[in-house]
């Protein structure tokens, strides 16, 4: 298995899957695997489909938005979903899901020089770090890791991964990505 198959189903178990709009921890309006939809336009740029498997209109998926983001935040996704509620196929969120992280490996690809020699292991834990916190918080509130990673120095990256807010398993599991990097180095 690839690294970038590895990154999505890691982020599957991570994220988990939901086929439809939810509000994040911080009131986004969410899908998928933790897709972030900043407006109605990203909303209906993507396949959304009624219940029955119809495709949803514009203002079907505009209408869902708007009701999901008057929601209270944080709640568990089953919470937002109504029977109108219109859904993304399980198929069209992992391709969702693949085109980011692809994007999100040619991102890192031209924000780390050596990404290319890099142990697999460690660009899993880098993709997880970067789809969780984005490129901008990546580089910009992890300066120690960075320059870890830039060194090629997996162990002192290993004790620089932890994320506030993220569970203690994910960033115990990235953690030892960066440890395995070590080894394999």
């Not at 196929?89 to 490996?105: E, M, P």
Request: overall charge neutral; glycine content about 8%; hydrophobic content about 45%.
């Amino acid at each position: 298995m690839s690294y970038i198959d590895a990154s999505v189903a890691a982020t599957i178990r991570w994220e988990g899957m939901v086929s439809w709009m939810y509000l994040d921890t911080i009131g986004i309006v969410t899908v998928g695997c933790g897709l972030a939809l900043a407006d109605t336009g990203v909303a209906c740029s993507l396949p959304f489909q009624l219940q029955d498997g119809g495709l949803a209109s514009e203002d079907v998926v505009v209408t869902d938005f708007h009701r999901v983001k008057a929601l209270a935040p944080g709640k568990r996704p089953g919470f937002y979903h109504s029977l109108a509620s219109p859904v993304l196929s399980q198929s069209d969120i992992k391709g969702l899901l693949r085109k980011r992280v692809v994007a999100d490996d040619a991102i890192l690809r031209t924000g780390l020089a050596s990404w290319d020699a890099m142990p697999a292991a460690a660009k899993l834990a880098l993709l997880d770090m970067d789809y969780n916190l984005g490129t901008g918080g990546l580089f910009r509130h992890h300066l120690p890791l960075i320059e870890s990673v830039r060194a090629g120095n997996w162990t002192a990256a290993a004790s620089q991964c932890h994320r506030i807010g993220i569970s203690d398993d994910r960033n115990d599991w990235t953690k030892k990505l960066f440890l395995t990097a070590a080894q394999v180095s």
